[in-house]
C-alpha cells in the first residue's frame, strides 16, 4: 500500500483538526493514522496524518496544490511525503564502526525505507566493511585542511542526491555552512546523555562524576555543538565495576540504538521540530 | 478547566474521524487533545477526544443527547466523561500494605482524581494503616463462608456508591457474579508478568524457573484467573542474588508503581477494552 | 540472624583477600556473602564480607580490636556493623511529600532497618502527614534566619542521636559546615538525573531542552551543589506530550524510588566511598 | 594480559573461600577479581576467580593439577579457563539474519572472544550474508530427513573444532542426542519473555493476550523446548498500536541484544549452571 503522510504545525486554533481531517474526507481517502498534539505551554498545534493513497483519484501534484491553499488560508506549516519514495542516506563515519555495521545491516534486513548510496570518512579504517557490502567508500583525509575536506563531503552529497546525512561516530565539527545547508537533515549520535557530558571524552567524565546510568543521544546537528533537537535517549545501568574504557565498550550498545531509533524515525517521517524540541510520533505497525 | 471526555470504539470505516471532529468543532468547542487509532488487524476504529468544556453553551445532557444521535447513525459504542466528577474508589486488600500505602499517598497528593470512601479486607492487618489515614475499614474474615462474604463486600460497595473497585493484593478469587456485575471495574495486580506464572506463588516459580527479569501485571479482573484485559506491565531486572524472599521484596516496587499506573489510567478516562486487550491512550499533561 | 558486615578499602596489593578470608576462617565464622572490587583504574581495593554472627566465640569489641590489628598491619580503611542495629534516621522534608510518605510506608512494611524518630521542615505543610504516623515533626521556618535555623536543626539530630540525615525534597542549602560535621551521612535526592539540569528548576530546564528522558540522583550531600557521591540513579522514558508540570508529576515516581534505593543501600552497609565515587555492593537476600 | 578463570561450585560449607584464595595467594597470583555466591535456598556455594597470569611459575597443566588436588579434598566442581584462547562458535541460523549480523558484527569490533569458522543453515537464504564477511555456508535442508540432516551438522562441529553452538533464530528442534552431545553448549535464543509463550509463534499470541512489553530470552538449550537454564532477558515496552507483525519488528532489536549479552557472558567464563538456573557473573571491564 503507498501512504501519503502529511507533517502539520501552526500555532494552536480552533477547528484546524476538523478541517484538515474534512479536507481528506471529502477526497474520499481512508485516514489510517492521525495523531494530533497541542503543546500547552507553547500554544502550538502539531500534527501527523497517515492516508492510503492507493486509489487517489487526483495526481499527487494536485493533491499537494489543493493542500497547500488550505494550508495557507489556515497558516500551517506542513510538509508530505510518499512511502513509495526511499530516502537517500549517506552515512559519514570516523574509526569505529558499531552503528555502521548497524545501521547497513538494519537497512539489509528491510527495517529502514532508505538506500545507502555511500559512506564518507576522515578515516581508511571503514573501508573494509564498506567493501564486504558494496558500499562506495570516500576518505577524506583532514591533512587535507578542514574547510577542503568538507568542501569534498557536500560536493559529493550534493552529487549523490542524497536526502539525509547519518553521523554515525563521525568525529568532526561540521562548519555553520554544513548545518545551515542541511538543518534538519543531519542526524547525530552523541554518547553520552545529554546535556550532561556535551564534548569530548563522555564516558571518562562519566566516570570521574561516578554515574550509575551512561547513555546516548540522537540529535539533529546544529551551530552549537551537542545542543540541536533530541531525536531519541537511552541509558543502561552501569555500576563501579567499569572502568573508562567499560564504558564506553558498554556505551556502544546504547549509541546503536539510539541512532537507529532516531533514524527510523526520520525516515518514517514521524519527527515535527520546533524551536530546539522534536515532536516524535508513534506510529502502527 | 472543565473537561469532557469521550472514549469511542466501532467498527472501522471512512469518515468517522471527520464527522466526530466536526461535530465538536460545529459547537465551537476547543479540542484538546484527540488521539485515533485503528487497529489493521482487528479492523476496528478507537478515539480519544479531549474537549474543553468551560463555556459550554448546552447542558451536558443535551450534548451527550446529541452526540448519542450521530453515534446511533455511525454505529460507535461510546462513553462521555467529565473531569469535575471524583471517581469513587474502594481498596481491598489482604495482609501487605506496599499498593495500599501507595495508593493513598498517591491520592493525598493529589496525584489521582478520585475518593477512596473505604477499605475492605478479609484480613484485621491493615485497619491500622486505615486508621491512620481515617478511612473507614471493613473486616469481613472468610470464616463466616465464602459466599456471605462476598455478598457483604458487594452490598457495601453499593452501599458507598463506588465506581472502580482496586484489587490492592487481595488474595481472593471473586465469583462470577461479583465479576459480572463489574465488569471493567475492578483492576487487579497480579505479581508476575503475565501470562508467565499464573496463579499462586509466581515469586518461588519464578526462582524455580530461573528468569532474570521479574514483573507485575496490572488488569481488568474477568472470569478466568488472571487471563482479564492488561492494563500495565512492568519488569525489575533481577539476578542469581535472590532467593524466593528476596524477589518477593523486590518485585512489590514493581508491583506499586504498575497499580498505579493503571489506575491513574483509568481514572484518566485513558482506557478502553476491545476483545481481551485495552487501548491505552497517552495523555498531555 | 545477626550478622556482621565489614566494609573495607585500601590501595590495591597482593594478598589481601587472602588475609582477609583467613582471619574469619581462623575464626570458624560462616562467611554469608563475600564481595571484593579491584578498581584498575585507581588501583584501589574495596571489600565487603558479611558473616553469621549468632556463635561468635569473642564479644564485638574483641572481634572488633583484633580485626583492627590486623587491618593495620595491611593498612585498610573500614568499618564494622551489627544488622540487630536500627539507624537512626532524621528525614527532612519542604512542602511535597512524595518522597516522605514513600519512605515513612517502607519502614513500616518493614523494607528499611531504620527508626524515623522525628521529620524536620521548613514549612508546617506536612505535619499533617506526621500526625497520621505519630512522628514528632519540628517545623522551623527560614524567616528566623538561615544561621538560627541551621543550628536549631543540628541541635535537633545532636538530641534525638541521628545516624543518618535523610533531604527528602528539602529545598534548603545546607552550610558547609553542616556538611563537613555530616559527611558521608546525609543522602540527598535531586530531581534530574545529574550532572544534567543541576541546580533550581530541573524539570522546566529539562522541557526546553526537549529531553526524552528524565531522571533522579539520590547522592551524599558535598559543599559543592549536586556535586556529592552518587549512590543511585534512575530515569523515566517521556515524550513530547509533558509540559514542565507534566514532568514535574511524572518525574516524582522516579525520585521515590532512586531515593528509597539509596537509603536502602546505605542501611545495608553496602555503599563505600572513595573520592567522589561510590561503590554500591550489591546484596544475596 | 593472559588472566586464567575459574569456575567452582559445591555444596555450601565453611572454609572453602578461604582455602581457595589461600591456594592462590600461595603462589602469589594477584587476584584480579573474585566473586563468591551462595544459594542459601539451595545451600550452595559459587565462586569465580580471575586471576593475572602472566608471570606464572608454573605451566598451566601444573597448575590445573594442583588445583585439583585441593577441589577433591574440597569436593569442588570446577573448571579452569585460559583468556588467549580465541572460542571457536558456530553459528546455526534459518531465514532471518538480524542476530547473524549482529554477531558477526560484534565479533568484527573485537566485543567477542571468539571466532566464527562457520554459518550452518536448513535454509540458502544468509548465504549471501556468509559470502560477505567470507565466513564458509553450510546450507543442508530439512528435505534430505532431519535425522540425516542433523547428523550432517553434527559432523560438520565436529570437523570444525567447534565449542560453542548458538542458534541465532535457527527453527528447528534439535534431537535429545544432539543436546546431549552438546550440553552447557548450546544457546539459543526465544523470541518471548520465557517462561511465557513458549513454542510457536510468541508475537502472534502476545498480541492476542494484549501484553503491554514483548521480550527475548538467551538459554542453554535442554531436551525440553524452551525450558533449559536462563542466562539473559529483556524486554521492550509497546501498545496497543502495534499488530503482531510490527510486535515481530520491534521484538528484533530485543532479540539481538539478549543472545549477544547471553553469548558474551559464556565466552567470558561468567555463566555457572545449576539445576535449571545460571549464575551470571558481572566482570570489571
Excluded at 545529554?194 to 567524565?205: I, K, S, T, V, W
Excluded at 540504538?257 to 524540541?277: C, G, M, S
Aim: proline share 4%; glycine share 4%.
Amino acid at each position: 500500500m503507498i501512504k501519503a503522510i502529511f507533517l502539520i504545525q501552526s500555532p494552536d486554533s480552533k477547528g484546524i483538526l476538523a478541517s484538515v481531517t474534512n479536507f481528506f474526507s471529502e477526497r474520499d481517502f481512508n485516514i489510517l493514522h492521525c495523531q494530533q498534539h497541542t503543546d500547552s505551554y507553547e500554544k502550538r498545534f502539531f500534527m501527523r496524518i497517515e492516508l492510503d493513497a492507493d486509489d487517489m483519484k487526483t495526481t499527487r501534484k494536485e493533491l499537494e496544490d489543493e493542500f497547500g491553499v488550505l494550508a495557507s488560508s489556515l497558516g500551517l506549516d506542513w510538509s508530505c511525503h510518499w512511502s513509495d519514495y526511499k530516502t537517500r542516506m549517506a552515512i559519514l563515519v570516523s574509526k569505529t564502526g558499531h552503528c555502521l555495521y548497524d545501521l547497513i545491516s538494519r537497512q539489509l534486513e528491510g527495517e529502514l525505507n532508505a538506500e545507502i548510496p555511500l559512506i564518507i570518512s576522515n578515516h581508511p579504517d571503514m573501508e573494509k566493511a564498506a567493501n564486504q557490502f558494496r558500499i562506495p567508500y570516500y576518505y577524506f583525509p583532514m591533512t587535507e585542511g578542514k574547510e577542503k575536506q568538507e568542501e569534498k563531503v557536500r560536493n559529493l552529497l550534493k552529487r549523490f542526491d542524497i536526502d539525509l546525512v547519518v553521523l554515525a561516530r563521525y568525529m568532526q565539527i561540521l562548519s555553520p555552512e554544513f548545518i545551515e545547508e542541511w538543518r534538519g537533515r543531519i542526524i547525530n549520535i552523541h554518547h553520552a546523555f545529554l546535556p550532561a557530558f556535551q564534548g569530548a571524552n563522555p564516558y571518562l567524565r562519566a566516570y570521574e562524576r561516578g554515574v550509575k546510568m551512561i547513555g546516548a543521544t540522537a540529535h539533529y546537528a546544529s551551530e552549537d555543538l551537542d545542543q540541536g533537537p533530541i531525536i531519541e535517549q537511552d541509558v543502561i545501568r552501569v555500576n563501579h565495576e567499569l572502568t573508562p574504557s567499560g564504558l564506553k565498550e558498554v556505551g556502544k550498545d546504547s549509541e546503536k540504538r539510539t541512532l537507529a531509533a532516531a533514524v527510523k524515525a526520520h525516515l518514517e517521517h514521524r519527527v515535527i521540530i520546533y524551536k530546539n524540541r522534536t515532536i516524535v510520533f508513534s506510529v502502527e505497525r
